[in-house]
């Protein structure tokens, strides 16, 4: 299942290692990223691939991932791709 995981919050040391140790511990696979940084202010935008097989379920990983941006004044959000596009067309 692809994926869109979106990242904001004020940039700091370690973002994109904690996220993508996350979902490498997942066995998803990041397949593009969207970075910029503007006046300290951090945006990512990843596509990644969830393996059918995978030991986590789809809300169990929006909820880690959730949570340990949290810790770090982040807002990380991941959705299917699919509702991310009809979310974002007009």
Do not use: C, W, Y
Request: proline share 1%; glycine share 6%.
């Amino acid at each position: 299942m692809k994926l869109v995981v979106t990242i904001v919050g004020r940039d700091q040391v370690g973002i994109v290692a904690m996220v993508s140790g996350i979902l490498a511990e997942q066995r998803v696979n990041i397949m593009n990223v969207n970075q910029n940084i503007m006046d300290g202010f951090f945006n990512m935008v990843m596509i990644a691939e969830m393996p059918d097989d995978a030991e986590i379920r789809l809300k169990d990983l929006q909820e880690l991932l959730r949570t340990k941006g949290k810790e770090r004044g982040l807002e990380i959000k991941l959705q299917h791709q699919e509702i991310f596009q009809v979310m974002h067309s007009i």
